[in-house]
C-alpha cells in the first residue's frame, strides 16, 4: 500500500507500528513507521534523552554528541521497560478504520491488545502463517506466507 500511496493510487493514511527493532520497514519504503521496542541503529542518551542516529560501536565511555555524558546506551527497550511512542500509537489506535496485522504471534503484550482496542470501529485483517489466536478479534484472516499473501491483500484493497 506504501508503493501505491506513492504513485497516487491509494489516498489512505498508513502508519507502521513495528515491535522489530531494525530499519526494514524504511528500507523497504515505508514513510511512516513507530518502533516501539526502539531501533537498533540509534542510541539513547540516559543523561539528555537525546536519540541520535548511530552506526558505530557504543562503548561505556562513548559522549553524547548533545551533551556530551558518557551515557549512552542502545535505544531499544529491555525486558521489563515500557514500549516507546505509546501515545502515538494509542491515538493512532482510537483513530483508525483499518487495522492489519502482519506476521506476528499476537502475544506480546501491548501489542497483542491492540486489535482488541479497534475491532468496534475499525475493519481488522491479521495475515500470518496460522490462523491468529484469537480468530473472533479478526474480521478477517488470510494465512500463508507475506510473500503471496500481502500483494493478493494489497490487489484487492487498490481494486475497491
Wanted: glycine content about 8%.
Amino acid at each position: 500500500l506504501e508503493r501505491a500511496a506513492r504513485d497516487g493510487q491509494w489516498a489512505g493514511d498508513i502508519l507502521v507500528v513495528t515491535q522489530n527493532i531494525d530499519d526494514l520497514h524504511e528500507r523497504a519504503g515505508s514513510r511512516d513507521v513507530v518502533h516501539m521496542h526502539g531501533e537498533v541503529r540509534r542510541v539513547r542518551c540516559i543523561s539528555c534523552g537525546a536519540t541520535p542516529g548511530w552506526d558505530d560501536d557504543c562503548l561505556p565511555h562513548t559522549p553524547c554528541p548533545r551533551c556530551g555524558a558518557a551515557s549512552l546506551r542502545p535505544d531499544i527497550v529491555w525486558f521489563g521497560e515500557m514500549p516507546l511512542h505509546m501515545e502515538r500509537i494509542q491515538a493512532a489506535l482510537a483513530a483508525c478504520d483499518l487495522f492489519v496485522t502482519i506476521g506476528t504471534s499476537g502475544t506480546v503484550y501491548p501489542a497483542a491488545g491492540f486489535v482488541a482496542q479497534v475491532c468496534a470501529h475499525a475493519d481488522t485483517l491479521d495475515i500470518n502463517l496460522r490462523p491468529p489466536a484469537e480468530p473472533g478479534l479478526f474480521d478477517r484472516s488470510m494465512v500463508g506466507p507475506a510473500s503471496r499473501t500481502v500483494p493478493c491483500w494489497v490487489a484487492e484493497v487498490l481494486a475497491g
